[in-house]
């Protein structure tokens, strides 16, 4: 592409988002956009967590045993910088690609007197997250947060890598310094951009809602032909495995360490399992009013018809039936594969959703957002009947 070309929604969407990635390509250290991410990663994980294991290392706290939890003990820090947030980052690698195909066919089904406007609002919505200034706010939302929280970090676990004693107080020791103002916001900072990123796709799929769609009612999907929405919305399934790694691993280290049974966080999966559910769920739900609408509308339209193409079939061929002519055979007729077929749309009109998801692609979702806590449910009930409980539930 040129420059005098002018840039479509399709390739707003190729752009990182992440202030890491925009460097690394900036600087010329990764050729493509998928490498910036990955690249952008591995830097990640390369200010966040290795720095914290050296400084814990030099100054002698991961292994002189005078502390409770070493950093190699700390779950929530080793989920989080880990597994949490590289995989909320490599996850742009899946679900941009998705995005990106998602915006084109929505240009194909969009009516074409309103091309024009959905290239502007598509245009207008992703240009939004592309401001270095959103970036900017993002990040000194991380930081004021991560420095305000150090108070409680220490109140909490005041034996720990994080902490120290000085003159008969806990203060930070140099990793955790290294947490609190680096570390910590880095995280808070990866998790606040990809939500900011998510709220514009969401707008995004609010707007095209209100757009005139070509919407047909005997498609063969069951939804007027929009099952690419959902087929995109179920790669944000990783993003749900790797927010239930971070919640997870919270569980884990306040039950190992303070020694709470893992049945009284019984009503928070409950909740955060609604919560993931409502998150990437409840946006498909924006087009359900133009699906029933569509529904009515060609229940009404193929039930003409087929009343129609079925008092012709029959005054046609009823008479000819009685009175046993063979001027016209049936069988070398049209007629009887067109009534089929007519009759076969309008059943298939019948049938159509009003909502985008179905039964497996919520059950995705469910899977993803409770597949990191079977380490801890499989240490109170035996992995074998939780095995078999899942295979039920899913049966």
Not at 86 to 109: G, H, N, Q, V, Y
Not at 110 to 136: A, T
Not at 146 to 158: M, Y
Not at 240 to 248: N, P, T, Y
Request: with cysteine; aromatic share 10%; charged share 15%.
């Amino acid at each position: 592409m040129t420059n005098d070309e002018p840039k479509s929604p399709t390739t707003d969407l190729d752009v990182p988002n992440g202030i890491l990635a925009r460097l690394i390509l900036r600087l010329h250290l990764a050729r493509t956009q998928n490498q910036a991410v990955v690249h952008s990663t591995l830097l990640f994980i390369g200010l966040a967590f290795v720095p914290l294991m050296v400084l814990s290392l030099a100054t002698g706290i991961e292994l002189n045993g005078s502390i409770t939890m070493p950093l190699r003990s700390d779950h929530v820090t080793m989920s989080r910088y880990l597994l949490a947030a590289p995989i909320l980052m490599l996850s742009e690698l899946l679900t941009r690609k998705w995005l990106t195909k998602a915006t084109a066919r929505f240009r194909d089904i969009v009516e074409e007197s309103d091309v024009d406007r959905y290239n502007q609002m598509s245009s207008s919505c992703f240009r939004l997250r592309d401001s270095i200034y959103i970036d900017f706010i993002i990040l000194a939302i991380a930081f004021t947060s991560s420095i305000c929280g150090t108070s409680i970090v220490l109140a909490i676990e005041p034996s720990s890598w994080q902490a120290r004693m000085h003159e008969g107080s806990t203060a930070l020791s140099i990793p955790g310094y290294w947490n609190t103002f680096l570390s910590q916001p880095l995280f808070r900072f990866v998790v606040l951009s990809w939500f900011v990123d998510y709220l514009v796709w969401t707008y995004f799929l609010f707007r095209v809602s209100r757009l005139p769609l070509r919407i047909i009612a005997s498609h063969a999907d069951g939804v007027g032909g929009l099952s690419f929405v959902s087929a995109t919305q179920s790669q944000f399934a990783v993003t749900a495995f790797a927010l239930s790694c971070a919640i997870c691993s919270v569980v884990a280290q306040t039950v190992q360490h303070s020694h709470v049974k893992l049945q009284s966080f019984t009503h928070l999966g409950i909740v955060f399992l609604a919560v993931i559910l409502i998150l990437f769920v409840g946006p498909l739900l924006v087009f359900t009013p133009r699906l029933a609408q569509t529904r009515l509308h060609g229940i009404y339209m193929y039930g003409a018809l087929c009343h129609e193409l079925s008092r012709t079939f029959a005054s046609k061929w009823i008479p000819v039936r009685e009175k046993k002519s063979e001027s016209e055979p049936i069988l070398g007729s049209g007629d009887p594969s067109t009534l089929a077929d007519m009759n076969s749309n309008f059943q298939t009109v019948q049938k159509m959703k009003p909502v985008l998801f179905d039964r497996q692609f919520v059950t995705g979702f469910v899977v993803a957002t409770c597949l990191p806590a079977l380490p801890l449910v499989a240490s109170v009930i035996p992995l074998k009947d939780l095995c078999m409980q899942l295979l039920k539930s899913l049966m």
